[in-house]
Each structure stands twice: as structure tokens, then as C-alpha cells.
């Protein structure tokens, strides 16, 4: 199958390195088109990906835009997808990754007369979506997807709530490379430790990670408040930098640092590669979205290292941590309940570890890349026939 990938970013979220593993299976055949350009592009030509940018001006439409941004855009739309639509001709299928890739992926899809599959990775609701491109990203889908695959229930529940047809939306959770995980196999457990030496972290500390952008609604500000409640020897390392114009959420961060006397026990890291060695060394991950999480792929790599989690309560994060069995969830934006829970943790090391590792049985199970990409081919059959 010749398949079109769409994917809106330049850079490397959530949604890109999921579609880097459900892609690979078609890597020969087909083609990564791309609506910015950056670090993903550099990525899939390394993993041998044939990729196309077919703009360099970013469109100027954000989830929270207005009618007039919305509108302000049509006049750099429509010659995009003119070219997405002439190179769709060569192929069997267009596979949108993203909302914009769904917008250019829709009318592109009419113009070449090829079918359209969309793969939903987040919760479209009021708290991520203005209204207005709500209505366009449902009408879209509706009009013009031969199917739309939802990364949770979370996601699925708020397509349909938004209006989406439910009977085109299937939910297929992400898949990992559970070996990437694999302590035996990755030596990490001895990493594990040498990092923890080289960020001056020693047995004595109790060390919380959180892996993810710097940005309000993944809410690193909820941990360190919640952090200035436990004793000292509780420490975090926040694992990832901003993307997406946040530089703002990162500077208020490092000055509530700052305010709450927290300087010595917490490390800003950045972006980094070795996630699996750095949430080994951790004692504790934590998930502090103050949104609905459309999945929540940290929680299920930390408990593919066999670290124990701890998230918020809501979107895709409860499809994924079963509290007192595979993890514990915590209300939103609630610093207290997760300093009181971080605490329970630390007191309880031999509980820790069981849940922990009943987590990692769990996930290893449910989130196999293989089986998930056979769930998509299944799906994508059932459309190029």
C-alpha cells in the first residue's frame, strides 16, 4: 500500500513518534509529507523515510485561533492543498497525523480522489480547541475521512461529543518498541545510577521525574508546589523544554523555583534522548496534566522501565493506570493531593515496586508497536480495497 503521510510539525511530539512506528511497516512505498520543517524531517530521513516539505511558511492557525485567524489563512491554504492534492494522485491513501494535516489532508482527499484516513490524537473539546476550529476539524472529518483512528476512548468520547460520526472512529492505543525498555537489554540499571551520581542525586533522595514540553496545561507548576510540601530529600528533574512559543511558561517556572526556595531540588534537563535511562533513575514519574490528557505516552513509558507512576485523573491516563494496581491517579491541579500521594509513595518502597512491576506486565501486553500496527493495517485495508 502507497500511503501520503501528513504531519503539520517540524518538531518532535507525542504525535510524531507515533507516527514514526506506524509508518515503518510502508517506509519504502510511500512518502512523509510534511507542513513545517525541523528535527522530525532530520529523523525520518535517518530512519530512511523519502519526505517532502511542502511549505516553509507556517500556517498561522493555533488550536485556540478565532473566525478571523481561521479565515486570514484560507489565502495560504488553498495553493498548499492544490500540492498536497497533485502528489496524492501517486498514492493509494492520505494519512493525516495532525489537525492541520486533517485540513489540507481533507481537501486534498476531494481534489485527487483518494480516500482519507485521520488518526485523532487529541481530545477536541473546549479546553484544547477554540470553537471554531472545532466545527472545521469535525466537519472535515465527517465530510471527508474514510475513518478516524482514536488514540483512547478519551479521544473517541470527545469526537463524538464534538459532533463527530462515531461509527467512523475506531480507538487504537500507541505502540512502543517495548525492547527499547528493556533494562537487561539496555544495561540502564548501572546508567541508571551513573546518572543519578552525575546530577548529584545519591541513594538518599527520593527522585520524582516529569518527561514532557514545558507548556501551562502539562503542568510542571502543580509538581513543584506540590515538591514545596515534602521534605527535602524529595528532588525533580523536569525532562523536556518548550515547543511551541511557550518560552513564557519557562520562565515563570524557573521563577516560582526561585520563590519557593526550590533551587537545590529541582534540575531543569531540557530535551533529551536517553528517556528510558533517566525514568530508570527516577524513584517516581509523575503525569500533572491540568487538561485532559488525549493518552498519556510518558505514563506508559515509565511503566515499561518499571517505574512506578503517578498521573492525573482524567482523559486518556485512567484508560491506562488501574489506582492501587498498575499506578495511582491524582485530581488535576490539585498540589496537595499529589504531595500527599508522592509521600504515601516513598513511605511504601516494597508496595512501589509491586505495582510498578505489575505495570510493566501490563503494558508490555496491551502497547506492543506490532499488534497495534496490525490493528491499523486492518483498518487501512478496509479502506484502499
Not at 469526537?159 to 500507541?174: D, E, H, M, P, T
Not at 516529569?210 to 506540590?226: I, T
Request: glycine share 8%.
Amino acid at each position: 500500500m502507497k500511503i501520503l503521510f501528513l504531519d503539520q510539525s517540524g518538531t518532535l511530539g507525542g504525535a510524531e513518534l507515533c507516527l514514526l512506528d506506524i509508518a515503518a511497516p510502508y517506509r519504502h512505498e510511500s512518502l512523509m509529507g510534511l507542513l513545517s520543517d525541523g528535527p522530525f524531517r532530520e529523523r525520518l530521513e535517518q530512519q530512511g523515510f523519502s519526505t517532502k516539505v511542502f511549505t516553509t511558511e507556517a500556517i498561522d492557525v493555533r488550536k485556540e485561533s478565532g473566525f478571523l485567524k481561521s479565515l486570514s489563512s484560507l489565502g495560504q491554504l488553498f495553493p498548499l492543498v492544490q500540492a498536497v492534492a497533485d502528489t496524492a494522485r501517486e498514492y493509494d491513501l492520505i494519512y493525516a497525523n495532525t489537525p492541520k494535516a486533517l485540513v489540507v489532508g481533507a481537501f486534498a482527499s476531494l481534489l485527487s480522489r483518494r480516500p482519507l484516513a485521520y488518526h485523532l490524537h487529541d481530545i477536541i473539546a473546549s479546553e484544547h480547541f477554540s470553537k471554531i476550529n472545532r466545527i472545521v476539524l469535525i466537519t472535515l472529518a465527517n465530510r471527508f475521512a474514510s475513518r478516524v483512528i482514536a488514540n483512547s476512548e478519551a479521544s473517541q468520547r470527545a469526537f463524538v461529543a464534538a459532533g463527530g460520526r462515531s461509527q467512523l472512529c475506531k480507538v487504537i492505543y500507541n505502540g512502543f518498541h517495548t525492547e527499547q525498555y528493556d533494562l537487561s537489554t539496555l544495561g540502564t540499571a548501572i546508567q541508571a545510577q551513573q546518572l543519578r551520581d552525575s546530577l548529584g542525586l545519591g541513594e538518599r533522595f527520593f527522585l520524582v521525574g516529569h518527561f514532557s514540553r514545558l507548556s501551562p496545561w502539562k503542568g510542571q507548576h502543580v509538581l513543584l508546589d506540590a515538591v514545596k510540601q515534602c521534605p527535602p530529600e524529595v528532588v525533580v528533574i523536569l525532562v523536556g523544554d518548550a515547543l511551541f512559543g511557550e518560552q513564557a511558561y519557562v520562565k515563570q517556572l524557573h521563577e516560582q523555583v526561585d520563590r519557593l526556595e526550590l533551587g537545590d531540588r529541582v534540575r531543569f534537563l531540557g530535551f533529551r534522548s536517553d528517556i528510558p535511562e533517566l525514568m530508570s533513575a527516577c524513584d517516581l514519574v509523575v503525569h500533572t496534566s491540568t487538561a485532559p490528557e488525549p493518552f498519556g505516552r510518558v505514563i506508559v513509558e515509565a511503566m515499561l522501565c518499571g517505574t512506578p507512576v503517578i498521573a492525573a485523573a482524567a482523559g486518556g491516563a485512567t484508560e491506562l493506570v488501574s489506582p492501587g494496581r498498575t499506578g495511582w491517579l491524582c485530581a488535576e491541579n490539585e498540589p496537595s493531593t499529589l504531595a500527599e500521594t508522592i509521600l504515601n509513595c516513598k513511605a511504601s518502597p516494597d508496595q512501589m515496586q509491586e505495582i510498578a512491576q505489575q505495570a510493566k506486565a501490563e503494558a508490555l501486553s496491551r502497547f506492543d508497536v506490532n499488534s497495534i500496527n496490525r490493528l491499523i493495517q486492518e483498518q487501512l485495508n478496509k479502506i484502499v480495497r
